[in-house]
């Protein structure tokens, strides 16, 4: 009798046990949580009401009125410090995705010689009043252009959203829930409509690891270390992808950092000439649906997604590299792709995604500003 009074005992020990690890997954890797966020505006040194504060040699704003999730600090400079960012080095980096095509010496270039203001650049690509189509639109301060297309004789079909902009706010970003942290997800045509955005993609999914830095409309959410390439908008409208062994969060806050994504790799090296040779896993490198960003100048860019595991054969990182080449680009980078792969146009998912699509922490759009 006190034997079995044992064995139950101990299978009751190891169900609780079980239910406990249940609960403990559940609530770190599947049920949405909030995270600490370092609660740091970077002021737009173009907007007139920026509110600047100077801190050393660095300037910037605390965030007056936090979105939900959103933890301000005064203490949020003294952890990035304390995560060895900065000049003075990285810390422990964690491996991650890899396979940059760039190099720290390489990103240390000046910047471009193009003084022209944004505002100034593409005057003949808008119109006084707004003028769309099935597959345009126009407005004073945007214009776009998507299209369907294919390569390699059909094999491959790509979206391609053709962009300028005359202020880079319009270049914007959303959260799922409005909310930065683990877990949370959304449709992307949920945040599409929630931004009122004219184009949407699915953005680096953030939300699925605690690596690297989250800078999002102005403000930054972390900056921890990573290998893998950060990809940043600037306010005056440049883009640069930087190995994260280079990423400088000083730097961002002085060069006005508007965006900044954690995925990548970089798809062209630092001329804007194509790459064939990637460190990455073959699983990565292979074919597969892909979504990415591309930069020409400031205030012109794209969007570009690529249907695979079905009619279409997905493309590789190579192939995808020489797509951003042979459109001319100077700068582009890959975001997460697979079945998060979605592209929205007028409120509507417009191509195929792997296995149905399926939902983000995060989307990348572009919406009218006042």
Not at 80 to 85: D, H, V
Not at 295 to 318: F, M, N, Q
């Amino acid at each position: 009798m006190k034997k079995h009074s044992t064995w139950k005992k101990v299978l009751l020990d190891i169900l609780l046990t079980g239910v406990a690890l249940v609960v403990f997954a559940l609530f770190h890797h599947v049920l949405p949580r909030r995270q600490e966020s370092v609660g740091i505006v970077i002021p737009n040194p173009y907007s007139e009401a920026a509110v600047e504060e100077t801190a050393g040699n660095m300037s910037f704003a605390y965030l007056a009125a936090a979105g939900d999730g959103v933890s301000i600090t005064d203490t949020g400079l003294s952890r990035l410090s304390a995560a060895s960012w900065g000049r003075g080095g990285r810390g422990n980096v964690p491996t991650g995705k890899g396979g940059s095509a760039l190099t720290g010496e390489e990103t240390e270039e000046a910047a471009e010689a193009d003084d022209t203001p944004m505002r100034d650049k593409f005057s003949d690509r808008y119109t006084d009043t707004v003028e769309t189509t099935e597959t345009s639109y126009v407005s004073p301060n945007i214009s776009i252009t998507v299209s369907e297309e294919s390569l390699d004789e059909g094999r491959i079909t790509y979206y391609l959203a053709d962009i300028y902009l005359r202020d880079i706010t319009s270049f914007q970003t959303v959260l799922a829930g409005n909310t930065y942290g683990r877990g949370y997800r959304a449709e992307i045509t949920d945040m599409a409509g929630l931004a009122s955005a004219l184009v949407a993609v699915n953005g680096d999914y953030y939300g699925n690891t605690d690596e690297g830095v989250v800078i999002r409309n102005g403000v930054i959410y972390r900056a921890n270390p990573t290998d893998c390439d950060v990809c940043v908008l600037y306010y005056d409208g440049t883009m640069r992808v930087i190995p994260g062994s280079s990423f400088s969060v000083e730097d961002a806050i002085a060069d006005g950092a508007w965006q900044a994504w954690t995925f990548g790799p970089a798809l062209l090296d630092s001329e804007g000439n194509a790459v064939s040779n990637f460190a990455s896993t073959g699983r990565i490198i292979s074919a597969n649906p892909r979504t990415a960003i591309g930069y020409y100048e400031k205030g012109h860019y794209c969007l570009v997604v690529v249907d695979g595991r079905g009619d279409s054969a997905g493309i590789t990182l190579p192939e995808l590299s020489e797509l951003f080449a042979s459109l001319g680009c100077k700068a582009a980078y890959n975001l997460d792709g697979g079945n998060s792969s979605i592209m929205v146009w007028n409120d509507e998912v417009i191509n195929d995604p792997s296995g149905g699509g399926r939902q983000s922490s995060d989307a990348v759009l572009i919406a009218e500003v006042e």
